[in-house]
């Protein structure tokens, strides 16, 4: 990667938009992690996805990325199952073991790291799916339950403060672009989404 001006790049946007989310994965060059303000750890309840994850961010601790203050996790798809609790995903999502079990390194506080956890719901992943097969995303028809497990994911990536003058209006709590944006979809969105459905 050539862009060496992450900094730049991401208050760019910021004084564009009031929120931006980057999708990372392990390929993800290092300076956009480090300019970023939170970190999110998105484990499913497969054991077996955590030691790649805690290999990478043992990485990131050794470059001095990796601040316990910027990290959240994520549960997502959480389901029931005997012996295991989103408290112990999370702790194993907190420890690089070597292949070798020679050594552990830690990686965060798994007592303090702010968390939200989406449950694993088949008719709620099926409506999902039907959402995105049809361009039709909402928010209608999902329980309760569901719906409650994402405003708490919501309210940790963006916040909502009540205004003291006006409480009928709530402003999003960014420092640096503090506006409200709406929960519909932009005219280009729903354009794009309209194309994609006639093509597709």
């Known amino acids: 990667?050539?862009?060496?001006?992450?900094g730049t790049i991401l208050e760019t946007l910021v004084r564009n938009y009031s929120?931006?989310?980057l999708d990372c994965d392990f390929k993800t060059n290092y300076g956009y992690l480090k300019e970023t303000q939170e970190i999110y750890l998105v484990q499913s309840?497969?054991?077996?996805?955590?030691?790649?994850?805690?290999?990478?961010?043992?990485?990131?601790?050794?470059?001095?990325?990796?601040?316990?203050?910027?990290?959240?996790?994520?549960?997502?798809?959480?389901?029931?199952?005997?012996?295991i609790t989103e408290k112990a995903i999370i702790g194993?999502?907190?420890?690089?073991?070597?292949?070798?079990?020679?050594?552990?390194?830690?990686?965060?506080?798994?007592?303090?790291?702010?968390?939200?956890?989406?449950?694993?719901?088949?008719?709620a992943y099926s409506k999902y799916l039907e959402g995105l097969i049809n361009c039709n995303i909402s928010l209608n028809g999902?329980?309760?339950d569901f719906i409650?497990?994402?405003?708490?994911?919501?309210?940790?990536?963006?916040?909502?403060?009540?205004?003291?003058?006006?409480?009928?209006?709530?402003?999003?709590?960014?420092?640096?672009?503090?506006?409200?944006?709406?929960?519909t979809f932009s005219n280009d969105m729903n354009s794009t989404l309209d194309k994609m459905k006639k093509n597709y």
């Open 92 to 123: 194993g999502m907190a420890f690089y073991n070597d292949p070798a079990m020679s050594f552990m390194t830690e990686l965060f506080n798994r007592e303090t790291i702010k968390y939200s956890v989406i449950p694993f719901d088949i008719q």
């Open 142 to 144: 999902y329980s309760k």
């Open 45 to 83: 309840m497969d054991v077996l996805t955590i030691q790649p994850l805690t290999a990478y961010l043992r990485d990131l601790k050794a470059k001095g990325i990796l601040e316990q203050s910027k990290l959240r996790a994520v549960i997502n798809k959480y389901t029931k199952v005997r012996g």
């Open 148 to 183: 409650a497990s994402l405003k708490k994911l919501s309210n940790m990536v963006y916040p909502l403060i009540t205004n003291t003058i006006n409480t009928n209006k709530a402003k999003y709590n960014n420092p640096k672009y503090n506006k409200y944006a709406g929960t």
């Open 19 to 21: 929120l931006i989310l």
């Open 1 to 6: 990667d050539n862009i060496a001006e992450y």
